[in-house]
T-cell receptor, first 120, second 112 residues
Framework: QVQIVQSGAEVKKPGASVKVSCKAS????????IHWVRQAPGQRLEWMGW????????KYSQMFQGRVTITRDTSAYTAYLELSSLRSEDTAVYYC?????????????WGKGTTVAVYS | QSVLTQPPSVSGAPGQRVTISCTGSSSNIGAGYDVHWYQQLPGTVPKLLIYGNNNRPSGVPDRFSGSMSGTSASLAITGLQVEDEADYYC????????????FGGGTKLTVL
């Protein structure tokens, strides 16, 4: 069955970078986009960006432009989110979610989330 | 400030019908981009509830339905059940700011 497994929790200091991974299985990886969505404690869902897993093309939210990089390794069926210049407000659960396709902008399968805590 | 506006909370008694609105603009819902809805039960991962305005993934009861009109969309839940208590988010695509996926602010449904 379709599964998305994310890497474990991270604790980072302000100014550092974090890289979260998202390993997919049970479907053709290159046929579906991967989206990254985060949720700060008690807050709403916030879309960060997506990658077309087939072409590698990316689109980022302007909120994170310049700080976020999404990549993928097709041979490993894995996508990555890297967020730099971390600040305390980046403390959140980061979700990886499969797009219904590379060209449909909704998410049909979600990972369990990776908690990132930023504090000094 | 979310691009899509939802009421912070709604409530209803078991068996009742409730609706959750999602108000957008001419660059998202009004431009014809599809609206999708997610349900997030307490302490869990968001789950796709409605896609493409009014389509239910396999396993989602037909008590849940979506609709659209102009620059707004709505999620209706009939025959409310205690286990429907959750946060609900609408989501669409916005063509402004170079284009991006956008979420509503979320609505907390309380079943009284």
């Amino acid at each position: 069955q379709v599964q998305i497994v994310q890497s474990g929790a991270e604790v980072k200091k302000p100014g550092a970078s974090v890289k979260v991974s998202c390993k997919a299985s049970g479907y053709t990886f290159t046929a579906h986009a991967i989206h990254w969505v985060r949720q700060a404690p008690g807050q709403r869902l916030e879309w960060m960006g997506w990658i077309n897993a087939g072409t590698g093309n990316t689109k980022y939210s302007q909120m994170f432009q310049g700080r976020v990089t999404i990549t993928r390794d097709t041979s490993a069926y894995t996508a990555y989110l890297e967020l730099s210049s971390l600040r305390s407000e980046d403390t959140a659960v980061y979700y990886c979610a499969r797009g219904r396709s590379n060209y449909q902008f909704y998410m049909d399968v979600w990972g369990k989330g990776t908690t990132v805590a930023v504090y000094s | 400030q979310s691009v899509l506006t939802q009421p912070p909370s709604v409530s209803g008694a078991p068996g009742q019908r409730v609706t959750i609105s999602c108000t957008g603009s001419s660059s998202n819902i009004g431009a014809g981009y599809d609206v999708h809805w997610y349900q997030q039960l307490p302490g869990t991962v968001p789950k796709l509830l409605i896609y493409g305005n009014n389509n239910r993934p396999s396993g989602v009861p037909d008590r849940f339905s979506g609709s659209m009109s102009g620059t707004s969309a709505s999620l209706a839940i009939t025959g409310l059940q205690v286990e429907d208590e959750a946060d609900y988010y609408c989501q669409s695509y916005d063509s402004s700011l170079s284009g991006s996926v956008v979420f509503g602010g979320g609505t907390k449904l309380t079943v009284l």
